[in-house]
């Protein structure tokens, strides 16, 4: 049986433990961030736990377009972004019309780029400072649950306090250095 350990910084790699785990930490009038939302089917459970709420949903494929703006039509609350999350230009779409962020969800896909992944989790969690972030991803999950430390640094919220604002513009430059195929 899985047991579930609530945190501000939550790996996962089960589509089915990701959406338990985003379920279980929304409040009514959460603002959240969405980052990869594909056909919107963990973004329609989102909304109806948050009705209050406001939540900004991405994702560059153009499979997304039709379903999430038939979502948008159902859900006042949903805000479709459709952009690459890689990108400087998307996040500062973002960041301008947000001034807070609840919870930032990352699911590139589970088997994804653990490099891509944690790169636009760090750079999107440093800018937005997120109360709590889950994550889905099969690398990360792997790196963590293999690494280990005599030292100890933890952060009590769903950012990076030990890098602090390295992630927020104009350090963003970096975001030109990607390879177009990750
Ligand atoms: C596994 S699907 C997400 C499933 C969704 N979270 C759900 O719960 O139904 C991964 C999504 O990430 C999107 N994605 C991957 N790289 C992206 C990028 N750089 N920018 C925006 N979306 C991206 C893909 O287009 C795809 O729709």
């Known amino acids: 049986m899985t047991k579930y350990v609530y945190s501000m910084i939550k790996i996962v790699y089960q589509l089915q433990i990701y959406r338990h785990n985003i379920l279980h930490t929304l409040g009514k009038d959460d603002v959240v ?44 609350n949903i805000e479709f972004i459709p952009g690459d999350v890689r990108l400087h230009k998307t996040l500062e779409k973002v960041l301008k019309t947000l001034n807070k962020c609840d919870i930032l969800t990352v699911d590139l896909g589970g088997g994804y ?14 800018s937005l400072k997120p109360g709590i972030s889950i994550i889905r991803n099969q690398g990360l999950l792997d790196f963590v649950s293999s690494a280990h430390s005599e030292e100890y640094i933890k952060s009590k919220n769903g950012w990076l306090e030990s890098s602090a604002d390295a992630g927020i513009p104009p350090h963003l430059k970096e975001f030109k250095l990607w390879s177009s195929k990750l």
């Open 33 to 76: 961030v969405e980052l990869g939302c594909h056909l919107g089917n963990t973004t329609r459970l989102i909304a109806e736990k948050c009705p209050d709420g406001h939540i900004i949903a991405i994702d560059n494929s153009p499979e997304a377009i039709i379903p999430m703006e038939n979502l948008m039509k159902e859900y006042q």
């Open 113 to 126: 780029h653990p490099d891509t992944t944690f790169k636009v989790y760090f750079i999107w969690s440093s």
